[in-house]
């Protein structure tokens, strides 16, 4: 069996208590603001290198369920979404001292986040499911997967089906597609962000996200020629 990278000894115990931890308490048990401007983050992870674990917390509480939600789309296993999670932001924690503010903070997280998905997905262990909702969806309402300006299909379509229709999509796509993909439609980052996350020019991170998309119309049109006569007899 292969050894986990975290285990519960390596976690602060602020980290730890926050799944557990209301938001309305979390300034009195931290001692921190919760609303904090995302641009400012950088500068509370310096704090986390100067060995803030107060300020560790405050990042794990913001971007928990976005990590989560990001690696549930490479394995399509919430338990294991969750324990690739706790091992970023371990990984996060441990290598804190070599953090530089050089790009916003968040694009830093999902560069550590990719790269350990990626080589999560390369074991050959997982394939993302056809699961309609992650966890942090289940919460959020669902995702918005395609913008305004992309050409949709019939709005009649049911947004669990759709969801259906990308998590199907999400199978069928490379690795590097899959993750420009989740990073713009689902955490609406930049493709500047995007490119930095994954190493890659901005020309080539639109060329991933173009396919993507292209990807998920194709289901989902799928999906609406295979339910339409059934919908107009009804």
């Known amino acids: 069996m292969r050894e986990r ?9 602020a980290h730890r208590r926050l799944q557990s931890t209301p938001s309305r308490n979390f300034r009195k048990t931290t001692g921190l603001e919760l609303g904090v401007d995302e641009d400012s983050d950088a500068q509370v992870m310096l704090r986390v290198a100067a060995g803030d674990r107060k300020a ?16 549930f789309r490479f394995v399509g296993d919430r338990a294991r979404a969750e324990e ?21 903070f968040k694009t830093f997280l999902f560069r550590v986040a990719t790269n350990h998905c990626l080589n ?6 997982y394939r993302v499911a056809h699961t309609p909702t992650s966890p942090a969806d289940e919460n959020d309402g669902g995702v918005d997967v395609m ?27 490379s690795e590097r597609e899959r993750a420009a993909f989740t990073m713009c439609r689902f955490e609406g980052m930049a493709y500047r962000d995007i490119a ?6 901005e ?22 020629a295979g339910i339409g006569p059934e919908r107009s007899r009804a």
């Open 147 to 173: 913008d305004a300006q992309a050409e949709r299909p019939d709005e009649a379509v049911a947004g669990r089906e759709l969801e259906r229709a990308v998590g199907e999509a999400l199978q069928g796509m």
């Open 84 to 104: 690739l999670t706790q091992d970023i932001f371990v990984k996060l924690y441990r290598n804190a001292k070599a953090y530089k503010p050089t790009a916003q």
């Open 203 to 224: 020309a080539a991170v639109k060329s991933l996200i173009h396919r993507a998309t292209l990807a998920v119309a194709r289901k989902v049109e799928a999906l609406q």
């Open 56 to 71: 560790f917390a405050l990042l794990f509480d913001r971007y928990h369920a976005s990590v989560a939600r990001f690696a």
């Open 196 to 201: 930095t996350a994954l190493e890659a020019s």
């Open 5 to 13: 990278v975290a285990t519960p000894k390596t976690v602060p115990a």
């Open 120 to 125: 999560e997905v390369r074991r050959g262990e």
